[in-house]
């Protein structure tokens, strides 16, 4: 954690009252959870969070070329890092552990153990860009360990991100998609259809890093912001989405 964020942060708790804004840059599969938390930031602190959403990849594109967010919610810790390399943030830390499913909006098609993927028997898989997306790149991981890799890639639809992943799937474009667990679940269980879990073992982790940006800097607010992230009550919040804290 670096000196000047932990200054800002000490700026945020002395001067709560003092409401702000903060412009947040929100990796796509953290969409359902962060429209929860921030109503509750907004009541808490007072500060408001105006949310971006879309791929990581892209955020990182569009934070060199100069937009204006204050913070970014990564979907991965590689990008994060590399900003802070950079010299355009600091204060990295890992607000999620995210968790791929296989998932149809269909009722019992998807097995517990995913092996559904074995047998073949649909015409279309969808999964996020491995190049723009950690939980694309985690799915391809996961297919490549099962040895089916080359078996699925002719049924495979790629959407940019992970939320377009989902829509392929939840729309019925494709039988089953690779998600972030988080778009399917809530409250501690499954919202609609079926759905495998994959194991963890089966990809490298999905460590999702939040960085403070240059112009979130000074921002009260945005330091508001990232510690609201680390309380008990967000973490809560983000586990009931099938996110590891």
């Known amino acids: 954690m670096t000196t000047w964020w ?5 700026l945020a708790l002395s001067f709560g009252a003092q409401a ?3 412009q947040v840059a929100v990796a796509a599969n953290f969409s359902a959870p962060m429209e929860k938390l921030a109503p509750m930031f907004a009541l ?7 949310l971006s959403f879309g ?8 934070i060199r070329n100069g937009a204006p967010f204050d913070v970014l919610l990564a979907a991965d810790d590689e990008t994060p ?9 600091g204060g990295r830390f890992t607000y999620a552990v995210g968790r791929l499913a296989l998932w149809s909006r269909q009722d019992g098609l998807v097995d517990a153990q995913g092996s559904i993927l074995q047998a073949g ?6 999964v996020a860009d491995p190049k723009l997306a950690p939980y694309g790149a985690a799915a391809f991981e ?30 019925g474009n494709a039988a089953l998609g690779f998600v972030a667990l988080s778009q399917v679940h809530a409250d501690g269980k499954l919202k609609e259809g079926s759905a495998w ?5 089966m990809h490298a982790p999905i460590r999702q890093d939040a960085i403070v940006l240059d112009k979130g800097r000074d921002n009260p607010a945005a330091a508001a912001l990232v510690r609201y992230l680390q309380t008990a009550k967000a973490r809560a919040v983000i586990r009931s989405f099938g996110y590891e804290t």
């Open 121 to 126: 028997r649909f015409e279309r898989l969808a």
């Open 44 to 50: 808490d602190t007072g500060h408001k969070a105006v």
């Open 6 to 10: 932990m200054l800002a942060a000490g």
């Open 20 to 22: 702000g804004e903060v």
């Open 142 to 171: 996961t297919m490549a360990k099962l040895g089916l890799l080359e078996t699925l890639r002719p049924k495979l639809v790629q959407g940019e991100n992970i939320a377009q992943a989902y829509q392929f799937a939840a729309t």
């Open 81 to 89: 890092l590399k900003l802070e390399r950079e010299g355009r943030g």
């Open 197 to 201: 879990i994959v194991p963890a073992s």
């Open 55 to 62: 791929s990581t990849g892209k955020f990182y594109a569009q």
